[in-house]
């Protein structure tokens, strides 16, 4: 099994970065699909956000983030990173980080969440 824990959320201003990592606690991301999914307080589902295949890097992006977050690995570390950038109020949520065997977009594992307010 695989435990993925999220760090790097905060408080940013409308138009600002924020870099996410997801480090497993236990186990290893090698061989799955690591995803970020968030949650609005108004929200009653987990909107998927990003998403990275370990083993050939391939990523996919929800068209509300494309072209302002990227997804990246890092295999020495073992961490997935979602850089967030132009960041709008509407990008305020807790960004959960979720693992799962390629090719299946179930996600068997998740972390806790950690909160992101876009807010000036």
Excluded: H
């Amino acid at each position: 099994q695989v435990q993925p824990a999220e760090s790097g959320g905060g408080l940013v201003q409308p138009g600002g970065s924020l870099r996410l990592s997801c480090a497993p606690s236990r186990g290893t991301f090698s061989r799955y699909a690591v995803a970020w999914f968030r949650q609005t307080p108004q929200g009653e589902e987990r909107d998927f956000v990003a998403a990275i295949n370990w083993n050939d890097g391939d990523t996919y992006y929800a068209d509300s983030v494309k072209g302002r977050f990227t997804i990246s690995r890092d295999n020495a570390k073992n961490t997935v990173y979602l850089q967030m950038n132009s960041l709008k109020p509407e990008d305020t949520a807790l960004y959960y980080c979720a693992v799962g065997e390629i090719g299946t977009l179930e996600y068997d594992y998740w972390g806790q969440g950690t909160q992101v307010i876009v807010s000036s």
